[in-house]
């Protein structure tokens, strides 16, 4: 895991991981039969909790709003007359 990932990002992609394999492998008839490498799939695993973390940080942002003036800061534009 690298050291500029969040915490929770590794276990989410572990999580994704699991999810992934599941849905594209088949057993049939003692059979396995993946429909995409393993190894494209944990690539795809570890993308996707950042993608997941910056939509996560832009909506909660979006709800935010603009920041506001805090009344005990200074007014800075009377500094420029």
Known sequence: MSASKPAGAYDLAQQI???LIA???EVKDGAVKMSAPPAA???LSMKLPDAFTVATDEADNAKAGPPTK???AP???SWMK
């Open 41 to 43: 799939l944990a690539a």
């Open 17 to 19: 991981f699991v999810e």
């Open 70 to 72: 805090k009344a005990d």
């Open 23 to 25: 849905r594209h492998t």
């Open 75 to 77: 007014d800075t534009g």
